[in-house]
């Protein structure tokens, strides 16, 4: 087991350069740089443009060089200083801006997955072993709804009640009053107040997802033999159903992890931007929209890293829940 | 204890099954009687109510199937806590906790398919210490001794190492022993065993079946047989029940029933049963037709659309009751107008 984790760590690393590789060229693949969309929008404006400034720019920022040499410094500097660049855009080291966001933006993540288990688990196992009742139409009623609703929509709707009915005002994490302030018990009470909108809106559709799984899968299981068995040998009802068929039906659970947090990531900045809220998402947009590439690939290289470290977690925990796959069999 | 006494009766068992599509009656009528000690087997096609009679005994039928009508007495072991009593099945709640006491302390079940009787992500050990907690809680002894000692007893060389094997460790025929095991830990005295060797090899099938009239002989234990396959009943059962389409259409011991078969099921049955013996190598007989879509059951006698023996206005009219109402010794019950 810890043979198995320690090789798949390793195999990160050349992981890693694969896909920074590949997150270079990618950004560099529109046409143009940062400095076609200054030069744009200066011309827009209607200001002069100095070729001199220009061409200052450009070999300061080292954008003559080929982009194979461009590669290297970033990627070295990031290796060896821990440096990710400067953002064109922000005038700021990309360092200053990502990590902050970087930190909400797992923080939502892990929140919402804690409360898309919280509800699809008890309504998933009911609905399985409740099937064609009241409650199971109504949840997959529910469900399909959940599904079906965008979630910058659901965010919308949300804010819209909240506002015309209770007069709250729902964007960003803060209230105004504490958005400058220290952190305090009062601060982390207003932070909740907050919390709850995004993590419904961000897990609605997850949770209606893996409703569906859970009780798909879990109808699977009751059919088994190893269920009649357990039943047959006269373990009670409610033990059985958890002990046996729940433990095979959470899979999704657990392989789930590993897709969350891209999916938050990059599905989420449409909510993002709707909700205020400071994550990773708009910025993200931003910078591929300006071509700000350092901040850019930075960004899509933490995204890497964090869907493969989440894509380590359900390996790990798949193998501890089950001893075929621990055993590779 | 007495041994004429039957340890389970079932009088009229009627278990139907409401779909979407209609009724299914899948058992429909069934009287059997298991007396201690002894091995009946029931017999019939897929689809007969074989095992759905032996799900209706556990009280562990699927969701749609309901018993409508008839009893399943059985007589509860003198030391345990139902002392001796007899009780209907039928009536028990089927998830009541005196009919979990039943489940696996008075009756055993095995089944089919050994591949997933066991949940694959517990060891072997733990599932049948687990059946032990609930049934052997008056022996002193710890659950694992008592695991260790009845996985010698079905045949592991190192119940120490299969103690904490997974289910996919062990082959086929290791899993039906440890289901076996599984089955016989909380001692019953009655096991059911569905179809236990239909998946496995006839090498393996062999060494089940000797197992299993070992541990009869040695538990002392009465089994209810259920196959498909008349070479094993010859091999197994002391009496023997033929179903067709949920109902039993002969029944006797298993001696008469091979010899003197009266039901055209049973000797049409008999008849498609390949032989290495030259001289009755007279080629097989499959049975005509099909057995009938389970909506639209026959009227009368369920088998006259594929008799040989068909008699208009009597057997597509009447059903025809299992005959003689009392076993006479030598002559096997039938419920065949032939014979009325």
Partial sequence: MTQYIIKRILLFIPMLFVISMLVFVLIQLPPGDYL?????????????????????????????????????????????????????????????????RLAWTVVLSLGSIVFIWIVSFPIGVYSATH????FDYLVTL?????????????????????????????????????????????????????????????????????????????????EKPYVQAA????????????????????NPFISGIGGVLPELISGAAIVSIVLSLPTTGPVMLNALLSQDMYLAGS??????????????????LL??????????V | MDADQPLLEIRDLRTHFHIRQGTVRAVDGVSLSVFPGQTLAIVGESGCGKSITAQSILRILPRAGRIEHGHIHLQLSAGGPGRGEIVDLVGLNPKGSAMREIRGGEIGMIFQEPMSTFSPVYTIGHQIAEAARLHRTADDIEPRELVLDMLAHVGFAHPDRTWSQYPHELSGGMRQRAMIAMALIGRPRI?????????????????????????????????????????????????????YLGNIVEQGDVDTVFHAPRHPYLKALLRSVPRLDPAENIGLEPISGMVPDPFSRPAGCPFHPRCPEFMPGTCDTAVPQLLPAVAEPGRTRAACHLYT
Avoid: C
Avoid at chain 1, 231 to 250: D, Q
Avoid at chain 1, 319 to 328: C, F, K, S
Avoid at chain 2, 191 to 218: C, S, Y
């Fill in chain 1, 36 to 100: 076609t969309t200054v030069l744009m929008r200066m011309a827009e404006s209607g200001e002069e443009v100095d070729q001199a400034l220009i061409e200052g720019l450009t070999r300061q920022y080292g954008l003559d060089r080929p982009l194979y040499r461009q590669y290297l410094l970033w990627i070295s500097n990031i290796v060896f200083r821990g440096n990710f660049g400067r953002s064109f855009e922000w005038g700021m080291p990309v360092a200053d801006i990502i990590w902050e």
């Fill in chain 1, 131 to 134: 099937q064609y009742s009241f």
């Fill in chain 1, 142 to 222: 529910f469900g399909f709804l959940g599904k079906a609703t965008p979630n910058f929509l659901l965010a919308l709707i949300l804010m819209w009640a909240g506002w015309s009915w209770f007069g709250w005002t729902m964007g960003g994490l803060f209230s105004p009053e504490y958005q400058r302030e220290a952190w305090s018990w009062a601060k982390f009470v207003d932070l909740l107040k907050h919390l709850w909108v995004p993590l419904v809106v961000l897990g609605t559709a997850g949770t209606a997802n893996l409703i569906r799984i859970l009780r798909s899968n879990l109808l699977d299981e009751l």
């Fill in chain 1, 231 to 250: 039943r047959a040998k006269g373990v009670s009802e409610f033990k059985l159903i958890w002990k046996y068929p729940v433990r095979i039906a959470i």
């Fill in chain 1, 299 to 316: 960004f899509l290289l933490m995204l890497a890293t964090l869907a493969l470290i989440g894509t380590l977690i359900s390996d790990i």
């Fill in chain 1, 319 to 328: 193998a501890l829940l089950d001893p075929r796959i621990r055993q590779g």
């Fill in chain 2, 191 to 243: 096991l059911i065993a569905d179809e236990p060797t239909t998946a496995l090899d006839v090498t393996t099938e062999a060494q089940i079946l000797r197992l299993m009239k070992g541990l009869q002989a040695e538990f002392g234990m009465a089994i209810i047989f259920i196959t498909h396959d008349l070479g094993v009943v010859a091999r197994m059962a002391d009496q023997v029940a033929v179903m």
